[in-house]
């Protein structure tokens, strides 16, 4: 998995013009670790190298939906996490049902015996991309590469205290943070052994979400 990885082409961003707001007693994503730096979420531009991969995968692993109404736009949720998440996506402009169309999903798949981490298979590219959101507890043990300069490198110990440092930091914030992993795959069946093509995942990003607003200062 050394190596550069796949986008989908920036071409197909388009501007959203909602002005999507939210309630001051919901979620926001607070804190994004990205790049091997802990930004404020706000402050989490495509100046980051990481920033395209990052938010495609987010935007592939949010579950809520989003429906134009005029010129509002609807999120509809399973939780106010992942409607904290679709949020954060409108409000860097990208078009999620688009990049979900660029991107259809092949399969989804359950990476742990307690089938609490799940992650779907993606075709992007002509090529199939695991992606998996999850806790940081499930995932990161699936994780033997980050992504750092647009490159997937070897987790090595000074990004391993990096990466727990930056956990560290949003849990004591009072942050629910989820781990955002991929990997690429070149061929993929339903038959394979879910173990072995789970197995060393890229780390792509740490996402923090809590009360405090994500235009907000430390």
Known sequence: MMGSVLHLPLSSIEKNKSKESKSSTGLSVVDIYIDGKLKKAHLVDDKEKGFGIFMH???????????SNGNEKLLIASDSYEKSIARYILSKGF????IESLAPKVSELTLNP?????????????????????????????????LLDSKFTKLTRKSLFKINNAINIMMNKGLKVYALAVKDIEIFSKM??????????????????GQKDYIGTN
């Not at 935007?59 to 939906?65: D, E, H, K, Y």
């Not at 078009?95 to 688009?98: A, G």
Request: charged content about 20%.
């Open 57 to 67: 995968s987010l935007i592939l692993t949010n579950s809520a939906r989003i429906i």
């Open 192 to 209: 394979m052994d879910i173990e072995n093509i789970s197995n060393h995942m890229s780390l792509v990003a740490l996402i923090g979400i």
């Open 95 to 98: 078009n999620k049902p688009l």
């Open 114 to 146: 307690d089938k609490n981490l799940k992650a779907s298979a993606y075709l992007i590219n002509e090529s199939i991309r695991l992606i998996s959101k999850g806790s940081t507890e499930d995932l990161l043990s699936k994780c033997s590469f980050t």
